[in-house]
């Protein structure tokens, strides 16, 4: 039963008014020649935190993704990552090895396409064991048994194992990418349109089960999408992105329950109801 | 009693940019407090602002104009009408709840799950949750058979009662009622009361819209008539 | 020309310069050699020249043997272990008539010893040069189409996908299935394609006094390993790195941890295993030592010397 005790001083706090940012974000610009990919967007992402990127396309959401990732170097501004030693680092001063490495342990990065995230051409189980592989676990039967481990996380059948992507239905591409960025416990996971193109039953049973993920595994995860209800189902706070600016952040809930912006008061009454 | 939630000179309108940006006034010199072990129910119309005051409390709508005051801890006081998100999420998991009419269904989550998972959130450990979720989910009558099962399918009541189990499992130092009755049975409704008696008891303070006049006559220490505040300022 | 009067065929004997390739090849293909010692195991690009031969007849194997060839070298040339297959004969008759050279199918007597596939069963000594024929010298290319990416792989030392091809093997087979071309780490850096030689040579390289260099003709990449230099073959804790086994000894000259060819007989089933080392097997047996199909006529044709052939 309840006690008083454990009603006024919860003994779980994710919150200290001391504790860092695990992502810096200061007033990152890029441009493709004269052309605006995003401007001057700042912000702090926290440990835990799930940040959703809406806008429509074009509006330079994407373009910020790949900035943050380090995969389009910024025209101008600072992106600081807090590393597993606790150092603050400035992601562009890093060397390519260094950052590379980082991208493969420390983060994830989840394509619209799984295509473009997945080896098609080699098995479910290699797939998943890259990582592992790349961090040089040289024991075959162990990283067979996390492997193994990982498609059940994400509800793929293990006598699939051996099966290559190409052999998987889109759902399951999809959920065998998560899990093959996920296998090293990452600590910060890039999401681009990661239920864009799949059927609308196949994209409820992928938040599910990313929703889980997310939280048993403490992930901070920056989301680019344009479905609203994706950001609402999985994100803690949103940045609503228009003609490269962000014109409007907050709590997921207040910025689609009672949005300020014109764009976003737009953006918010054109969802279809269901 | 020591004040746990302060209201103060709050204000709140909604500018429509989508019709030529007219300006919807909802209320204005909200100012009032709640205490420790007391309920306080809005009173007034539909339409008058009771939702809208439990919302900004709850983050959903912004603060306008004034201060929303919650007591964290014995130092810790924190305005919701400038608290970072970060912060609103946190008093969210550890010191206002809300019970609200409606229940947003989790795909593939047992009812059971649905009702513990503010607890565990508090960083309880699942079996103690757990039980706690069937003590509730008994006590509202939710057929034993449904537990295990997810509420999407269940019935609008069915659902609600899981829903009211999740609000009041929890340990929040204050707690925001939204219609917690509405459509009920007389059963159901005594349990509730119960509750609420229980939280009560416990120190919790409570803000509540309640329109079934015989359960605000049971909870309410004080009924706040919100076309008070309709004046402008 | 100055600087070997000596070597270059003079114009009345024909019109080839010494070894077909001009000076300043040879010299260029020596810096990219001598930055492949320097580096042991990364892939040097150089300006691969066009040779008479089509690709995939060892046309990297012939520029780099072109290229450090001297009038008073022995060159021996084989294909598959043998020296009297095609491609063997008119490699060794293209430098013979090229650069004049001494040519033998002698391991022994060979200073520079040009290879399709094998590395001979005698040890190698710190006076010759092993020269391999490549046909792709990216072991990442597999699993990796990108050349900038499989540079930058090799830059960084990013080797987990070549786990990825064994572990593959693994899964579909049960054991490390690939049995030639089989990726070897050179000198704790580099992971590179031994060329398609079987693994079962892969043991040789490790540590061996000779120098041994790879040229790869139409990738345009020479590679090498300096003589005494680690090379370590990759595999898994679990799944360690096994050369194949032969049940039997050589049927010709009875010998044991060699590797194996199987030869045909007739259509009746009849088949022996054989030394691929041709000169490895005529050596044992000039010194007495005869395997259980040695008198068999069936097999007798095969037992002849390639002097006897020639």
């Not at chain 2, 609103?88 to 269904?105: N, P």
């Amino acid at each position: 039963m309840t006690d008083q005790t454990t009603m006024l001083e919860p003994n779980f706090v994710p919150y200290q008014e001391n504790d860092e940012p695990l992502l810096r974000v200061s007033g990152v610009t890029r441009y493709y020649g004269d052309r605006l990919g995003c401007t001057d967007i700042s912000f702090n992402l926290w440990p835990g935190e799930v940040l959703a990127i809406v806008g429509e396309s074009g509006s330079g959401k994407t373009t910020l993704l790949n900035c943050l990732s380090t995969r389009l170097a910024p025209t101008a501004g600072a992106i600081e990552y807090r590393m597993r030693d606790g150092s603050m680092r400035d992601l562009y001063q890093l060397t390519e090895a260094d950052r590379r490495l980082l991208m493969r342990t420390d983060w994830g990065f989840v394509h619209q396409s799984p295509a473009d995230g997945l080896r098609m051409t080699v098995s479910a189980g290699a797939n998943v064991g890259e990582r592992l592989m790349a961090v040089g676990n040289r024991h075959y039967g162990n990283i067979r048994a996390t492997a193994t481990d990982w498609l059940e996380r994400v509800e793929i059948a293990t006598d699939r194992i051996d099966d290559p992507p190409r052999a998987f239905s889109g759902g399951m591409r999809q959920r065998l990418q998560i899990a093959r960025n996920l296998v090293t416990h990452p600590r910060l996971v890039f999401m681009d349109e990661p239920t864009g193109g799949l059927d609308v039953s196949v994209q409820a049973r992928l938040l599910d089960m990313m929703r889980r993920l997310v939280a048993d595994l403490g992930l901070s995860v920056i989301i680019v999408t344009h479905d609203l209800a994706v950001a609402r189902l999985l994100s803690h706070r949103i940045m609503v992105m228009r003609h490269g600016k962000v014109i409007e952040t907050g709590l997921t809930d207040q910025v689609l329950d009672d949005p300020r912006e014109p764009y976003s008061q737009l953006l918010v009454s054109s969802i279809l109801q269901a | 009693m020591p004040v746990r939630l302060y209201l103060n000179s709050v204000g709140k309108s909604f500018v429509m940019h989508l019709q030529d940006g007219i300006s919807l006034p909802v209320v204005s010199n909200v100012d009032f407090a709640v205490e420790t072990g007391e309920c306080v129910v809005l009173g007034g119309p539909s339409g008058a602002g009771k939702s809208s005051i439990l919302k900004m409390i709850y983050g959903n709508y912004r603060c306008d104009e004034g201060q929303i005051l919650v007591v964290r801890g014995p130092d810790d006081i924190v305005n919701i009408a400038d608290a970072a998100p970060r912060r609103m999420l946190a008093l969210r998991q550890d010191t206002i709840g809300y019970v609200s009419q409606f229940l947003r269904v989790i795909p593939r989550v047992s009812a059971v799950d649905v009702v513990a998972e503010p607890l565990i959130g508090q960083g309880a450990d699942e079996r103690t949750a757990t039980a706690r979720a069937r003590e509730l989910l008994a006590r509202l009558n939710v057929p034993e058979g449904l537990w295990s099962l997810p509420p999407a399918t269940f019935s609008g009541g069915e659902q609600q009662r899981v829903n009211i189990a999740r609000g009041f499992i929890a340990n929040y130092p204050v707690l925001l009622l939204d219609e917690p009755t509405a459509s009920l049975d007389a059963a159901n409704r005594a349990v509730v009361v119960e509750l609420v008696d229980e939280k009560k008891a416990q120190g919790v303070a409570m803000l509540g819209i309640l329109h079934d006049l015989d359960v605000r006559e049971r909870i309410a220490d004080r009924i706040i008539d919100v076309t008070n505040f309709r004046q402008a300022a | 020309m100055s600087a070997h009067p000596d070597t270059a065929t003079s114009p009345d004997e024909g019109h080839y310069n010494f070894a077909y390739l001009d000076e300043q090849t040879k010299r260029m293909i020596r810096r990219a050699i001598l930055k492949g010692i320097a580096v042991p195991g990364y892939q040097v690009p150089f300006a691969s020249r066009e040779m008479p031969m089509p690709y995939g007849w060892g046309t990297g194997g012939v520029q780099v043997t072109a290229a450090i060839l001297g009038a008073d070298d022995t060159l021996k040339v084989i294909d598959q272990g043998s020296d009297d297959t095609t491609n063997a004969v008119s490699i060794r008759g293209f430098f013979e008539k090229t650069a004049g050279v001494e040519t033998t199918t002698r391991t022994s007597e060979a200073s520079i010893i040009q290879t399709r596939h094998r590395i001979p069963e005698a040890l190698l000594t710190e006076d010759q040069v092993l020269v391999y024929q490549v046909p792709i010298p990216e072991p990442l290319r597999f699993l990796e189409p990108r050349e900038t990416e499989t540079r930058k792989m090799h830059a960084l030392a990013e080797y987990g996908l070549m786990h990825v091809k064994l572990y593959e093997d693994i899964a579909r087979n049960g054991h490390i299935a690939t049995t030639y071309a089989y990726p070897v780490e050179v000198n704790d850096r580099y992971v590179m394609d031994p060329s398609p030689t079987p693994k079962f040579d892969n043991p040789k390289m490790h540590e061996m006094a000779a120098l041994q260099l790879f040229g790869a003709g139409r990738e345009k990449r020479i590679y090498a390993i300096p003589p005494h230099t680690k090379v370590k073959s990759l595999d898994f804790d679990d799944h360690p790195f096994e050369v194949q086994k032969f049940e039997k000894p050589c049927g010709l000259c009875g010998a044991e941890n060699v590797y194996l060819d199987e030869v045909i007989l007739d259509d009746k089933g009849g088949r022996m295993f054989v030394c691929s080392d041709s000169d490895h097997c005529e050596d044992r047996r000039s010194h007495g030592h005869l395997g259980e199909m040695a008198a068999d006529p069936a097999a007798s044709h095969l037992a002849s010397t390639g002097e006897e052939r020639a």
